[in-house]
């Protein structure tokens, strides 16, 4: 299935999702409201995820002259991509990803932590992943997930602080389907993202990323840094976003344990070996 079909779908769900849970919390008025929601939100998730996920972690734009420009302007001119526009996110914990709706519309942001302990053939490596994702176009359904997915959380928080304050259709006081929301909607999360993620383009992105930095000895050395410095000095990153990254980030979130979207680093390891 493309990731246009799966975008498509995505946006669907959300959209069906807004309905049914406005006209849970507010009757018809609500249903209004979540049409109006939804119908903001699939604009925003499509035009303007990137930004709206590069906020969430304060990332920095930087330019020529820096370490990680250069590094990516090389990497992208080998791969025959256009120039994405780069990121340093101020965390110690190391990671990266991608974002983007296409590759004329990419970037590719790093956390100061995997700055400060991959060295220049380790982060050719990681970068190079991450520019398979941008060639694969895997970062336009990555990006709207992780848009869709936190505005879902925060349906449930307004669901589990307001309590939906019962319909003015039906004055019955509050609202039963509200507490069931705030249950149901961080796993509902979940299942999107999962369904619309598949595990096996973290292994494609793999492959893809050795391919361009020349071999695969980098990136084996970056995952294994990565790993164990992020379970060192966990992030402090949004659940709805932990597919982006090239390793989930680690957390003592249990809700992080929902977004099985990455296969254990080990086995990521064992392929590109065997690829070699």
């Excluded at 110690?92 to 932590?113: K, Y």
């Excluded at 190079?128 to 997930?145: G, P």
């Excluded at 509902?188 to 999962?194: D, F, G, N, P, V």
């Amino acid at each position: 299935m493309s990731n246009v079909v799966k975008t498509t779908i995505l946006l669907g769900a959300m959209s069906a999702l807004f309905l049914i849970f406005g006209e849970m919390l507010g009757g018809a008025q609500g249903m209004m409201l979540g049409l109006f929601f939804a119908a903001a939100m699939n604009f925003g998730s499509y035009w303007f995820s990137d930004k709206i996920v590069l906020s969430m972690y304060r990332a920095k734009e930087v330019g020529p002259g820096d370490r990680l420009y250069e590094l990516v302007g090389r990497l992208a001119q080998r791969a025959g991509l256009p120039m994405p526009r780069v990121y340093v996110i101020p965390d110690m914990s190391p990671n990266a990803f991608a974002t983007g709706r296409s590759p004329d519309h990419a970037a590719v942001a790093a956390t100061e932590g995997i700055l400060s302990i991959l060295t220049n053939d380790e982060l050719e490596g990681v970068i190079a992943h991450e520019l398979t994702h941008v060639k694969h176009r895997d970062i336009l359904i990555s990006s709207v997930a992780a848009t869709l997915a936190a505005a879902i959380m925060t349906i449930s928080r307004f669901a589990m602080f307001f309590g939906g304050g019962g319909s003015r259709d039906n004055e019955r006081g509050a609202n039963p389907f509200a507490l069931l929301a705030t249950i149901i909607l961080a796993p509902i999360a979940a299942m999107l993202i999962q369904a619309a993620i598949s595990r096996s383009r973290e292994y494609d992105a793999d492959a893809g990323g050795s391919a361009i930095a020349g071999g695969p000895n980098g990136l084996v050395s970056a995952l294994t840094k990565i790993e164990a410095g992020s379970k060192s000095i966990p992030m402090d990153a949004n659940p709805a976003t932990a597919h982006m990254f090239i390793i989930k980030p680690f957390s003592a979130q249990s809700l992080f344990g929902l977004f099985s979207t990455h296969p254990p680093t080990a086995e990521r390891i064992k392929a590109l070996l065997q690829k070699g």
